[in-house]
């Protein structure tokens, strides 16, 4: 009998699986390692620490944090994308993670790395040994690191792109390796994010329930409160809103990047944004994943306006499976899953104005919102769920020989 292919997952260095903290990366492993064939795969799990354990059959290795990561993490979340402190930080916990790595890695038959191509530095492949690479992000076209990447992919065998945008962004930088760039969407749960009706207000804690008054029209956003994401624009699209259905209300859902995370100035910004609205935009900070299918549920209308190449992120097929109309920016691998006025609106990235005509055509029409919301789960069923994505994943992972 052949004995089970070893498979090492390792997700970058700030957070861990389960993904007790938040982080969309862990929690698409802790649901993608519970759903792969344990009979032909012994899998484990290299992320921070966490007490909470992966499903049984699953060996979580977690490294843990060093004063000299944690003191530079914390640089790293109080500084924007233009400070080079930040990329001396990451190089710093990057470096000091993937270096404890290798333990873990001796034996694999399977390397599969999360969205941190620096981390391939520490990877001593061997003979006989499968690399693949998963970019959640469009990490590979970052100018300073494009010769290191070029190297590094030479020892990769696969790199799975989660939208054609990320793939087409690096092809641009790395045609030579044409024939590895894979296209495997992101995925959810269709029979936990769905349309709930009563029962989703019922289930929400009653913090939360009370930032949801039934009757009034509710928009929410759920995501990272990050510039990239665009919620300025949106607070500012919610102000010209206001004028026009004066009963509207802007849930805001989310931290600066995971539980616990450092307040930073860009918050700061929103919430001056949003001083003159009172109790008509809240900002719930972090919610728990288990939580969020609910708050879906009780929205009328979902917003996500990012303003960079949003890659496929997971709050659109979420939104989308959830039966909720969804109002999105025509970026990245968005319009890739949504289709303008078929499965929800779409409008430039940046323009409130835009933002604001989306949001009040959704809100006042009842009947069209509906006929949206509906086609979007739709299409969530026809190719997004996890049984397409489970369906492709292990002959990625073994490769074609398998």
């Known amino acids: 009998m052949t004995r089970p292919l070893r498979l090492t997952v390792i997700v970058p260095e700030l957070l861990p699986v389960p993904a007790t903290q938040g982080g969309a990366i862990e929690q698409w492993v802790h649901e993608v390692t519970a759903r792969l064939p344990a009979d032909r795969l012994h899998i484990r799990i290299c992320s ?14 977690h490294i843990p944090w060093t004063g000299l990561e944690q003191f530079f993490s914390r640089i790293k979340a109080q500084s924007t994308w233009r400070n080079p402190l930040r990329y001396l930080a990451k190089i710093v916990c990057v470096s000091r993670y993937g270096q404890r790595l290798g333990p873990a890695l001796a034996d694999s038959d399977i390397i599969y790395l999360h969205n941190e191509p620096n981390l391939l530095l520490f990877i001593r492949k061997r003979p006989g040994q499968r690399v693949v690479l998963h970019m959640h992000n469009d990490h590979l076209s970052s100018r300073a690191f494009r010769p290191l990447y070029r190297r590094l992919l030479a020892k990769v065998d696969a790199v799975i792109c989660v939208s054609d945008y990320i793939r087409r ?42 930032q949801l008054p039934p009757g009034r029209p509710t928009v929410l956003y759920v995501g990272r409160l990050v510039p990239e994401k665009g919620v300025d ?45 009172q109790d008509d935009i809240v900002f719930t900070g972090f919610v728990p994943h288990a939580q969020l299918r609910y708050l879906y549920a009780q929205a009328d209308v979902i917003a996500f306006p990012p303003v960079w190449g949003e890659p496929c992120a997971l709050v659109v097929l979420e ?19 949504m289709t303008d006025q078929v499965t929800g609106l779409l409008v430039p990235a940046g323009d409130a104005p835009a933002l604001e005509q989306a949001l009040h055509r959704a809100l006042t029409q009842p ?3 509906q006929q949206w919301a509906g086609a979007a789960r739709q299409r969530i069923l026809s190719g997004y769920d996890w049984p397409h994505l489970m369906a492709r994943l292990p002959q990625l992972l073994e490769g074609p020989t398998a």
């Open 48 to 61: 921070r620490p966490t007490t909470e354990r992966s499903p049984n059959g699953i060996e979580n290795v």
């Open 169 to 210: 962004c690096a092809l641009q930088h790395f045609p030579e390796y044409a024939d590895k760039f894979q296209v495997l969407f992101n995925a959810v749960d269709a029979q936990q994010f769905k349309p709930y009706g009563d029962e989703a207000r019922a289930a929400l804690p009653p913090a939360l329930q009370a």
């Open 233 to 277: 624009v949106l607070i500012r699209a919610f102000a010209q809103l206001k004028l026009r259905l004066p009963e509207a209300r802007l849930v805001v859902v989310g931290s600066s990047f995971f539980a616990g995370a450092a307040r930073t100035p860009y918050q700061d910004e929103l919430v001056k944004l949003a001083a003159s609205f």
């Open 319 to 337: 939104a989308m499976a959830s039966g909720v109309c969804f109002v999105a920016t025509s970026v990245g691998g968005i319009p890739e899953v």
């Open 367 to 369: 009947a069209q919102r």
